[in-house]
């Protein structure tokens, strides 16, 4: 039972466009969520997180969006960069803020390509 | 600053045999979460190591068992080992209420 949810396996855009990379979840208990990045022999390397208690969380070309009733989340990057091509992992926690110390729930990942 | 560091890199066994995987957190951490990750999956939480103790445990069989020393370095032990471990192990470390760094890994093959 899957409880974090990565529909798209892939995604190719164009560089200097938006990037929406998408996640839903299942388990009302969350209330910390967390965006990686993961490039191949590498270790998944944190972006941005946001609490449950926002809707918004910018940092720099990074924006995450949380619509807690419809239990959602995206990541938007604008504008989109050659080097942003990666894995982008969804995760979870319970806990609060300070859940993001505690057990993470990933989902399977979206391969993002931008195109130059 | 050294990050996450986890040792070996890649590694060879045969079903039945015991591996023992190490992980030093980054400098200034003292919590450390294990992750078994398959081919196409996202990473699936093991357990957590605080102060020495197994805080967290999720849905791993007891063959996997792990300690955490009083540097705050940590080992994962996996025992009688199935073809169905192959997988990349993740060591993540962070301070109380922080963000879950990661390690590169260990890439365990199972024949």
Wanted: proline share 5%; glycine share 8%.
């Amino acid at each position: 039972d899957q409880q974090v949810k990565q529909n798209s396996p892939s995604l190719s855009v164009q560089e200097g466009r938006i990037s929406i990379l998408n996640c839903d979840y299942t388990n009302s208990m969350f209330d910390y969520f967390l965006w990686y990045k993961k490039y191949p022999a590498e270790g998944p390397t944190f972006l941005i997180s946001i609490s449950s208690i926002k809707d918004k969380n910018e940092d720099g070309r990074f924006t995450v969006f949380l619509n807690k009733s419809a239990k959602h989340l995206s990541l938007h990057i604008v504008p989109s960069q050659p080097g942003d091509s990666a894995v982008y992992f969804c995760a979870a926690s319970e806990g609060g803020s300070g859940g993001s110390n505690y057990k993470l729930t990933f989902g399977k990942g979206t391969l993002l390509t931008v195109n130059p | 600053d050294a990050g996450v560091t986890q040792s070996p890199t890649h590694l060879i066994k045969t079903r039945g045999q015991q591996v023992t995987l190490r992980c030093s957190p980054k400098s200034g951490h003292d919590t450390v979460s294990w992750y078994q990750q398959a081919l196409g999956q996202g990473p699936q939480f093991i357990f957590q190591y605080y102060e020495e103790e197994e805080r967290q445990r999720g849905n791993f069989p007891d063959r996997f068992s792990g300690h955490q020393f009083p540097n705050y370095s940590s080992e994962l032990n996996v025992n009688a080992l199935l073809l169905g471990d192959s997988a990349l192990y993740l060591c993540a470390s962070s301070q109380t209420q922080n963000i879950q760094y990661f390690g590169a890994g260990t890439r365990l093959s199972v024949l």
